[in-house]
């Protein structure tokens, strides 16, 4: 990426609140830490499976690197903005060490922010100086950094669980992890490869193959599993047979049946009608239940979204 190029794409993610750390790698404030210690509302992770919100670092360590341009993914992508850039070469300058330290620096940086704020609640604001949960989900495809699991197990060892959210195009990236995450999270967004290939908009002929043998290998995970439906109207939310036949092959822990939220970068591709109410993923998570034999666990409707497993409630990661 040529330094002209790179200015236009980092005065772009500043002016989105993105923290830039090192070459390829951002923390970003999620709503929702502003929310918990502000509103004293957490998010749905939280709600489901015990995370504090407050002490989440939302992070990612390839940020303009992706095996797919999905219509519906806020980052930014080649092309937008009037720039292109091979999104697939993610040239891996940043060393686990370096990530870390600078999502650490990023995070105090943003929680500096609410002390001048007469709503803060003054305890979370103590505990979120100590962070003890990392998204990797911020924006691009993380197995795309290829010391992925070293990441992971300094996370580890600085006592932060982790969550990890990937596309799945790279499945033999995911089984030679170092370390596994706290929690697996793998994009299922198509109920067949056509709908795939319009929704999903892979960057290689092979990718609808290879999220599959991912799906197929969840079971060899030690660590609590999800499926991740992002939802959006008029594009992707028919075919529940196909879905449920897809799940019930992998066999996730979790199924959470998300809608598509009309920000970022997707508001170049989609409209705000391509965004489903909550009743709209409520009836298609039911529908889904009913067809792979899961049950409806929990919702959270002011995220819009619905959780699904086999188990009778969700493991509790963050009470460890």
Same mark, same amino acid.
């Given at each position: ?5 790179? @200015? ?67 980052? %930014? ?8 850039? =091979? ?8 060393? !686990? ?12 940086? %943003? ?30 495809? !993380? ?39 706290? @929690? ?18 892979? @960057? ?19 660590? !609590? ?48 009608? =391509?965004? !489903? ?44």
């Amino acid at each position: 990426m040529d330094e002209l190029l790179e @200015q236009r794409l980092i005065t772009a993610l500043k002016k989105q609140k993105y923290h830039l750390i090192g070459k390829h790698s951002a923390v970003k404030r999620c709503k929702w830490l502003y929310e918990s210690i502000v509103n004293n509302r957490p998010c749905y992770k939280q709600k489901f499976y015990g995370i504090q919100s407050h002490r989440c670092i939302q992070m990612s360590p390839s940020l303009y690197y992706c095996t797919q341009e999905c219509l519906f993914c806020w980052r %930014i992508q080649s092309g937008d903005l009037e720039t292109k850039w =091979n999104e697939m070469h993610n040239p891996n300058r940043d060393t !686990p060490e370096q990530i870390v330290e600078g999502c650490f620096r990023a995070q105090e940086k %943003i929680i500096s922010g609410y002390k001048g704020n007469e709503k803060t609640d003054w305890v979370k604001l103590r505990e979120a100086q100590r962070p003890n949960q990392v998204a990797i989900s911020l924006t691009g495809e !993380p197995t795309l950094y290829e010391p992925l699991g070293e990441l992971i197990e300094l996370f580890k060892k600085k006592g932060l669980t982790t969550f990890l959210v990937t596309n799945g195009t790279l499945p033999t990236r995911l089984l030679n992890l170092k370390q596994e995450p706290t @929690q697996l999270y793998v994009s299922l967004c198509a109920p067949n490869e056509n709908v795939y290939n319009k929704v999903c908009r892979p @960057q290689f002929s092979s990718a609808w193959s290879k999220l599959n043998e991912t799906l197929e290998t969840l079971q060899s995970f030690r660590c !609590p599993t999800a499926i991740r439906m992002t939802m959006v109207k008029k594009h992707n939310m028919e075919l529940i047979e196909q879905y449920s036949k897809i799940v019930n092959k992998a066999n996730p822990t979790y199924v959470e049946v998300k809608a598509y939220m009309h920000i970022g970068f997707s508001n170049l591709r989609l409209s705000f009608d =391509n965004m !489903p109410m909550h009743e709209e993923v409520k009836e298609f998570a039911a529908e889904l239940a009913k067809h792979t034999g899961y049950n409806v666990l929990n919702e959270a409707p002011e995220s819009r979204v619905v959780l699904l497993s086999r188990l009778k409630k969700p493991i509790q990661v963050g009470n460890r």
